[in-house]
Nanobody, 128 residues
Framework: QVQLVESGGGLVQAGGSLRLSCVASGRTFSSVASAWFRQAPGKEREFVAAINWNGGITVYADSMKGRFTISRDNAKNTVYLQMNSLKPEDTAVYYC?????????????????????WGQGTQVTVSA
């Protein structure tokens, strides 16, 4: 059984920063791709960023590029999302996910179906 546990969410003012963490267990984490998605109230879940198995390749949604950074520490079975210059429209529940694949270079890696295990999510609220 794979478990993903997110943490690090909270309330922050616009322009501030947060770092989310996702700890994985029950899978050979170091050999698979991981990603962050988010879901705002009343909206569909959307892709944020993904990282390949060794951290050498990262991809981002256009609206997050330059503000968010995804990284991983395989020794700690953890993937991170550093979020800077936060805006009120970044308010959402943020989810981490892992895939049964190692790479993130395909278009499919930006879709939910690419990932087979999901965390419960952590709330991020950005006030104006």
């Amino acid at each position: 059984q794979v478990q993903l546990v997110e943490s690090g969410g909270g309330l922050v003012q616009a322009g501030g920063s947060l770092r989310l963490s996702c700890v994985a267990s029950g899978r050979t984490f170091s050999s698979v791709a991981s990603a962050w998605f988010r879901q705002a109230p009343g909206k569909e879940r959307e892709f944020v960023a993904a990282i390949n198995w060794n951290g050498g390749i990262t991809v981002y949604a256009d609206s997050m590029k330059g503000r968010f950074t995804i990284s991983r520490d395989n020794a700690k079975n953890t993937v991170y999302l550093q979020m800077n210059s936060l805006k009120p429209e970044d308010t959402a529940v943020y989810y981490c996910a892992t895939a049964p694949y190692s790479q993130v270079t395909t278009r499919e890696a930006r879709g939910e179906r690419y990932y087979d295990y999901w965390g419960q999510g952590t709330q991020v609220t950005v006030s104006a």
